[in-house]
């Protein structure tokens, strides 16, 4: 079983900063890709920003420049630095990791956070 476990969400002024983490745990071979997304109310849920176990980074284009992805391998580890934050930006934060599993062969399997939320007053 894998589990990822968020932290770092709360309550902000807007302007401020933010620093959400995930870490992974359980039984798995190593981790692929990492990242986070948002779900604001009445809203789908919206890519924020991916990172490969390489460290090569994607965002969204509402957030480029405000946040930072960034991910420590050996702790399985990912990161989630939001700066310039923005009422917009109020959402629940949720972690997501492509874990890669070895039984008889070899899985990749899509893991869920249960979520942080973020809220950003104005």
């Known amino acids: 079983q894998v589990q990822l476990v968020e932290s770092g969400g709360g309550l902000v002024q807007a302007g401020g900063s933010l620093r959400l983490s995930c870490a992974a745990s359980?039984?798995?071979?190593?981790?692929?890709?990492m990242g986070w997304y948002r779900q604001a109310p009445g809203k789908q849920r919206e890519l924020v920003a991916t990172i490969t176990s390489g460290g090569s980074t994607n965002y969204a284009d509402s957030v480029k420049g405000r946040f930072a992805i960034s991910r420590d391998n050996a702790k399985n580890t990912v990161y989630l630095q939001m700066n310039t934050l923005k009422p917009e930006d109020t959402a629940v934060y949720y972690c997501?990791?492509?874990?890669?599993?070895?039984?008889?062969?070899?899985?990749?399997?899509?893991?869920w956070g249960q979520g942080t939320q973020v809220t950003v007053s104005s």
């Open positions: 997501n990791a492509d874990v890669i599993l070895v039984v008889t062969t070899i899985y990749e399997i899509n893991y």
């Open positions: 359980g039984n798995f071979f190593r981790i692929n890709t």
